[in-house]
């Protein structure tokens, strides 16, 4: 089983190449993170569904991503999780933002330590840009770059987006003994 981590900026290609390798697996799942809480975001999810089409198997799940990979289905080869940014962002949201060591968190990066298939992550780089003006926003991105970092020393690989373009920043082969 493989851990490939997918990062870049908002709109980089993230998602639509994500889904172009995990669709050379014929059993495939999507995990969602997006929670539809405004008008805006509907949109958003409804316009990924579209694009998904019918072969993806989809568990919304936007707090307990180690519980959502205790629910794929059986005969799955590959999930694709989009995105651990809007997840770190409901964390934020339902569990409050005094502690950045969510339980939810460690028990996700356990679980990428023995995965039930490959996986497929989505997220964010935030901490390119500008330090954000107001602390609940800097905590938001020192969370997210923790998680970053914690998810890509597990990972095998670790591509970054850039304009529509994967780069390689990350390879580890396996022997297969």
Not at 96 to 101: F, I, N, Q, V
């Amino acid at each position: 089983m493989s851990v490939t981590l997918i990062t870049g900026g908002a709109r980089s290609g993230k998602s639509t190449h994500a889904m172009t390798l995990a669709a050379t697996w014929r059993h495939r799942c999507f995990i969602a993170t997006a929670e539809p809480t405004d008008d805006e975001m509907r949109e958003r999810i409804a316009l990924h569904q579209a694009q998904r089409g019918d072969n993806w198997p989809t568990i919304e799940e936007p707090l307990d991503l180690a519980e959502a990979l205790g629910r794929i289905p059986a005969q799955t080869e590959v999930v694709l999780i989009d995105c651990l940014s809007v997840w770190i962002g409901n964390l934020l949201h339902h569990r409050g933002h005094t502690d950045e060591h969510y339980p939810e968190t460690w028990r996700f990066l356990d679980a990428l330590r023995h995965p039930p298939c490959n996986l497929i992550v989505v997220t964010n780089e935030v901490g390119m840009g500008i330090v954000p003006e107001h602390a609940l926003a800097r905590r938001y991105r020192d969370i997210a770059g923790t998680l970053n970092q914690r998810v890509a020393a597990i990972a095998d690989r670790v591509e970054l987006c850039v304009c529509g373009l994967p780069v390689t920043i990350k390879h580890v082969h396996h022997d297969g003994a």
